[in-house]
Structure formats: C-alpha cells, structure tokens
C-alpha cells in the first residue's frame, strides 16, 4: 500500500504530538551525559562539553534568566558568534519558558534596534564584541530590561550582567524546567536577511521544529545520524545552521566544534572530519576553485584528476541510482581512489563525510559534479526559512541538477504558473505581527507559496528555475533564469563572484568580482607581478582568461540566454556587506544602485 504525503505528515505529527525541543535535549542528555557535545578551539588547544555538561550550564542559564526576570512567553535576542555558549544560551531560554531570537552579527545598531524592537525582546545575550552596538540603541527598547554579555568585556558597563555571573546560579531542575514550553510556544523566531525590504519575522514553534527533525531522521534512514560529528560556523540566525547543528544536534546527539568565523571552516575540517557537513555553494566553490589551482600548473597532473574524477562520477552514477559497479567499474574506481582522491578528500577534511549538503542557493552542475567525483556524497537541498529549513531532500538517490524530491510528509506541488508550493508539518505559523504578508504567502488550504519557480519530473524530483521575481525578462520578452547563469560562472577558475543584469535591456551582461583566494596564485605562475584585485581586474592577461571562462560558460544555454557582455570589478564582494546577504546570497537591488555607472557601461 503507498503512504501518500499527507498521511505520512500525519504519521509524523502523531508521532511527535506533545513534544518540545526541551524534552528532546532532556532525552539526549538522559542517553548520552557522557558524550562529547560540543567542542572548540582554546587557543591552540581543543577544548569540550559532555552533554551532562551542556545541561547543566543551560539549567544555570535558565535560573540565571528567571532572576533577571524572565519569565515564560518572553522574547530574548542572541547576537552570538558559533561558540559553544551560544548553545546553551538558547538551551537555557527555552528551559526558562522564553522564546530565543537569533539576529545577525553584523547587524548595525539601527538593525539591532529594529528587530529588538520588534519581537518585544525582554533581555538580549551578546557577544562582547557586539556589545557596543546593542548599548547604543538600548534606550530605544522600552521593553528590554537586562543585557548580558558573553566573553571579556572589561570594565562590565552599567546595568549589564555578565554570562558567568548566570553560570554562578544553582541550576533549574531539567525534568521541570523541559515542561515549560508547549508545542505551539515559538521555539524561535527567523528573521528574513533582507534582500528584498525590511525583514519579516518567521514564527517557528516547537511542533515545527520537531516535525522537521522527525522528517530529517526519515531521510537519514540509510545511516544512523546519533552522535555524528558536525561544525558549526554559519549564522545561527539563518535557519539552516540552526536546524542542522543546532536542533538536529538536541535530538541526535551530535557532536558540535564550533568555529567563529566562517572564514575559518576551510581550516577545521581536517580537524574535525565531520560525517554530516553543510554548506553554502560559495564554500563548495572555493573549496573546488582551491584543488584547481594546486594542480592547474601542473598538466599532466590536471589529467590525471580529471581522469579520476570521471571514473568517480560514474560510480556515483551507480550509487544515486542503488546499483552495484559492475567489475571494471569497481577496479577502475578503487585504482582512481588510490591514486590521489582518496588524499583529496583527506587533505579537504572530508574524508569521514557521510552526507555532504550544498543548499541556500544555486551551485553549478560543474562544482557539484566534481565532489560527486571525489568520492563526496553531495546532494542539493532546498527550502526556506518559512519550512523550518527542509522542502526538498535526498542525501542518496540524488540527481544532479534538481534539489531533490518532498522530505517525508510534505507535500510539494508547482501551481500553474510555476511557482513552488508546499503543506506541512514544517511550513510555518506565519509572519510575527504581520498578518498582511502570512495571507501573501500562505492560502486559506495551509499552501505555503515559496517564491521560487520550478518543475517536478515525473519521479518527484525538483528544479528550481529562479526567484520568481528575480527572473529578468529582456527587450526582447525572453524569461532568464540569472542565478543558474551566475552559478556556471562562478564554477570556472578564476571567477569568484557574478551578477547577472538585462532586466528590460537588449542583451545579458555581468558583473564579475576575480577570485582572491585564486587569481593571484594564478598571475604569480604566469609571471604578473600585480597583485592587488583592482590591478589584476585591469590585467590584459587575467581579462583574456575571464573572457575564455564566460565564453566556456556560456556554452550551456541559448544563445538569448549568454552574457554578451561583462565589466571586472575592482573589489572582493564580502559576506553581509551591500552585495551579499551573511550567507552569501546576492543582493540585488543594492548591487544594482552601488554600480549602476557600471552597469549603464555595459548597454552604452
């Protein structure tokens, strides 16, 4: 008998009917007190918690947080980089009976002071290097009664409490404190990057995260997912980190290393050799742009890999599709692992990774392919944070170029205009004190309405198009889709960043921002002696390869659909800056006002 979407949604309600995040970290800390729960660097040296640990601190927290005057239905922000107390902070508000609120770091005091300001934050935890930004505002946030700090600010400021003076009090007792909540309480609140106006705030409750850890664990069936080692280093306030090392982390059990700084997760891998690892294509992109350059001036050994990754494609071929390899396979890919893609995914750090995930953006089918190759089980996942994260996913039958089929018990449809809609038990309860723009996006039948375009094939597999407001339509009335434009520039070489413009006008052209971690490696074997990226940018040399590598680019699409034209910027495009959002998604509208000079040049 087949067990349709909906039923299996149902099934997974009931199972997780009346249970919280709090009761799944009491369940973990009861199975697993003895465990690694979270580790990080100190200093030189690598520092741990036990889950015993990690419940004890968050049950300090909570008594710490009652004594300033929490109380359960409050809201209080985190501005905290990944560390390990950011866990145990949101830990410990939710065992005090509040909401905990993630907001990005890089947020500037008009932000902090916006999004305190609206959800209603009763008490804010920050980092002591963000302090600052928070003091400046406070005065604005007539509902915030206390400020607590994390980290060495000296001297502590008037009417800020610091984290270790919580640590100091007698903890809650978790088998009460895990109550306190119910499955309807907000279990967060997601607040949008921003991209397109002022951010709307994702009402997330516990019933939606625990039906989405429940569908995670369905999609896992091939593999235990207990105990796994995971990193940590993207933003806590985007909902993928939250989901995937954070609440999976609660009721799996997972080993956490936290990393401060993205920049950095390159360099903790190795160490940690995580089994399950996610992350943005631009990490994938780099990572891929890296292993070029290390083997680029070197011919024969470009040969080799490029031979060895084609036999590892094929056994992933085999693999996605659950066969067996046939002898010849076999031979060929155990002579292609010996020989240097085994040491590839070792020198990665990726050598452990069980389920390799690629998700908040399009990655390019060439990047993709190429850890397909390696021996990385990579697979594309899609979602927003109206979903708790998930829509689509599947880590083992994957097919390139597509983001997956429905994740166990939601249902997905493209309605007829193309745009991707889904129900369930993940969708959310709507946007915080915004009941205009909830019935936008979702209809009276519990559709959620994602923004995006795509096509299901007939095995339920899907693609995105693009954001349906973000597709440009030329002069000449052609819909093209600019983020799978961009993300086939952004596979070549020396090619770091790429936006694509021609809304209205008679052809495509691009923005393009060099490489920095590749371009100078790449002058420097050809004998330029620039090195800044605004004298590379201006290069005759480094210009006929951009040239090459827009032109190879572009032999994937229709003649309508290729960059006709393209400017190299002088300057490296940076997370949560005018152009990027903190996980690297373009923003639009301020790359079209910063360059518009630029882009005018381009139709002159």
Known sequence: MTVTAAQEGAEIAALVAGRTVPI????????????????????????????AEYADRACRV??????????????????????????????????????????????SPEQVAYLAGHCHARLAIVDDAFLGRLLQVR???????????????????????????????????????????????????????????PPKGVMLDHANICWTV????????????????????????HIAERMVTHYQGVTFGFEVTTCPDPGQVAQYLPAVRPEIFFAVPRVWEKMHAGIL????????????LDAAIEVGLRRSDHVARGEDLPGDLQRAWEEADAGGLALVRSLLGLDACLAAISGA????????????????????????????????WEPF???????????????????DDGEVCCRGGNVFRGYLDDPERTAEALDEDGWLHSGDIGVLDDEGYLRIVDRKKELIITAGGKNISPANLEAALKAEELIGQACVVGDGRPYVAALIVLDPDVVPAWAAARG?????????????????????????????????????????????WLPDSEELTPTMKLKRRGIHAKYAEEIEALYA
């Not at 190429?370 to 829509?391: A, C, D, H, N």
């Not at 994937?556 to 400017?567: A, H, I, P």
């Open 24 to 51: 799944q970290f009491r369940e973990t800390v009861a199975s697993r007190g003895a465990a690694t729960a979270l580790r990080w660097k100190d200093g030189e040296d690598w520092a741990s918690w036990t889950w």
């Open 62 to 107: 909570a008594a710490g947080l009652e004594a300033l005057g929490v109380r359960p239905g409050d809201r209080v922000v985190l501005m905290l980089r990944n560390r390990p107390e950011f866990h145990v902070a949101d830990v410990g508000v939710m065992l005090a009976g509040a909401t905990p609120i993630s907001i990005y770091n890089s947020s």
């Open 139 to 197: 005065d604005r946030l007539p509902e915030l009664v206390g400020v607590v700090v994390v980290g060495e600010s000296d001297p502590v400021p008037d009417g800020v409490e610091t984290f270790s003076a919580l640590l100091a009090h007698a903890p809650v007792d978790l088998a009460v404190a895990s109550e306190r909540v119910d499955p309807d309480t907000l279990a967060t609140v997601i607040y949008t990057s921003g991209t397109t106006g």
């Open 214 to 237: 429940e569908s995670l664990r369905r999609c896992l069936a091939e593999m235990d997912p207990t105990g796994r080692r995971l990193v940590s280093y993207l933003p806590m306030a």
């Open 293 to 304: 350059a290390m083997v680029s001036a070197d011919p024969e050994r470009k040969a080799q």
């Open 361 to 392: 953006a399009p990655i390019a089918v060439e990047v993709f392919d190429f850890f397909r190759g390696l021996g990385i089980p990579i697979s594309e996942v899609y979602g927003l944070s109206e979903t708790s994260g998930p829509m689509t």
């Open 397 to 415: 039958r994957i097919k390139p170029g597509t983001v997956g089929r429905a994740i166990p018990g939601c249902e997905v449809r493209v309605a």
């Open 528 to 572: 330029i002696e620039a090195t800044s990226l605004a004298e590379l940018a201006e290069h005759p040399e480094v210009r006929a390869e951009v040239e090459r590598e827009v032109a190879r680019a572009n032999e994937r699409f229709s003649n309508v659909e290729r960059v006709k034209r393209f400017t190299i910027l002088h300057a490296e």
